[in-house]
């Protein structure tokens, strides 16, 4: 069973992190971004130029997260009663296509320079590798304090931490050129990076496209959810249950339910006691239930997420 969680809108890691240490690192990275770009130009080096716009992504990334956080702080009003939490999960989205952009990207460069090699400086590598490795570990460690309990911040985490890897990538391969003139390491590692970058959009894209499609939030058991609305005293049956996600981090559900007995009184007690244990249980802060006689119910709950049927057409059936 899922337990309870704090849904409080600013009571998350990501509080620890303010925008001023935001805004600095969006200015550190556009600054790295302009220095990899021309030393990759200088040496001749695919990779440094892929850690450059790796980089440039991390710039992106972080300042769209500062954006969507901003926007996210804004109360509910006639135009978004729900509020602008989702803004980040859309802020979220677009930094997770960004990076599968770039990835395949990459692999589309790397492929053309097997084909047509040029020469590559390896000491220009090394250095501006080795500045830009500081610059994404001093980032990754501001941005780790907000990337706990929020999907966007994660993803702007996610960033800096895969272009730090590809910095150290870029220094292998420059110690390479410099050592053996192994210039396919380069591309190699240039490949390297791009399918990390591919893996990082491609795992925490799922999880952002069902936030915003309003699927039933990952932590709660639907199933035992509905058992325990059952079994609340005073409630017959349960119908029409939907649960979704406002935001990342709050949830709303509504549903119907057929009573024991429809005075008033009654229902305002099950109210009570369903909010209180959703809650508790399932961390579930704003719940709307609607009384139904039994004989207006139809019995839907809700339909079971149908199985695959291996391209069978079963509508003849």
Same mark, same amino acid.
């Given at each position: 069973m899922a337990h309870s969680h704090d849904h409080a809108g600013h009571s998350h890691g990501e509080e620890n992190l303010s925008d001023r240490q935001l805004i600095l690192a969006v200015a550190i990275n556009v600054l790295l971004t302009l220095a990899q770009i021309v030393g990759g130009i200088l040496s001749g080096s695919l990779a440094l130029i892929a850690d450059a716009l790796h980089n440039?992504?991390?710039?992106?990334?972080?300042?769209?997260?500062?954006?969507?956080?901003?926007i996210g702080r804004r109360p509910a009003d006639k135009l978004m009663t729900f509020g602008y939490a989702q803004g980040e999960v859309v802020a979220a989205l677009i930094n997770l296509t960004t990076l599968l952009i770039?990835?395949?990207?990459?692999?589309?460069?790397?492929?053309?320079?097997?084909?047509?090699?040029?020469?590559?400086? +390896?000491?220009? @590598?090394?250095? =501006?590798?080795? /500045?830009?490795?500081?610059?994404?570990?001093?980032?990754?460690? #501001?941005?780790?304090?907000?990337?706990?309990?929020?999907?966007?911040?994660?993803a702007a985490f996610l960033h800096n931490v895969s272009d730090a890897l590809a910095s150290? +990538?870029?220094? @292998?391969?420059? =110690?390479?050129? /410099?050592?053996?003139?192994?210039v396919v390491a380069d591309l190699i #590692?240039?490949?390297?990076?791009?399918?990390?970058v591919i893996w990082q959009g491609a795992t925490l894209l799922p999880r952002t496209v069902r936030l915003l499609m309003g699927a039933v939030p990952d932590e709660v058991e639907f199933d035992q959810m509905v058992e325990n609305l059952r079994a609340l005293g005073g409630v017959q049956d349960i119908?029409?249950?939907h649960v979704w996600n406002l935001g990342e981090h709050h949830r709303a559900l509504e549903a119907h339910l057929?009573?024991?007995?429809?005075?008033?009184?009654?229902?305002?007690g099950v109210k009570r006691r369903a909010r209180a244990m959703l809650?508790?249980?399932?961390?579930?802060?704003?719940a709307t239930f609607e009384p139904c006689l039994a004989t207006d119910c139809d019995d839907a709950l809700i339909p079971a997420h149908p199985a695959p049927n291996n391209g069978k057409d079963t509508a003849g059936d």
């Open positions: 440039f992504s991390d710039a992106a990334s972080l300042g769209l997260a500062w954006f969507a956080r901003r770039i990835g395949f990207y990459l692999i589309v460069e790397a492929i053309n320079r097997f084909a047509a090699p040029q020469p590559v400086e +390896g000491w220009t @590598v090394i250095w =501006v590798a080795g /500045i830009a490795l500081v610059i994404d570990l001093v980032t990754a460690f #501001i941005v780790y304090r907000g990337a706990h309990d929020s999907i966007n911040m994660k150290i +990538g870029v220094i @292998v391969a420059g =110690v390479l050129i /410099i050592l053996y003139d192994l #590692i240039t490949l390297i990076i791009a399918a990390y119908h029409h249950v057929t009573l024991v007995d429809y005075s008033q009184t009654a229902f305002e809650e508790k249980d399932f961390g579930i802060a704003h």
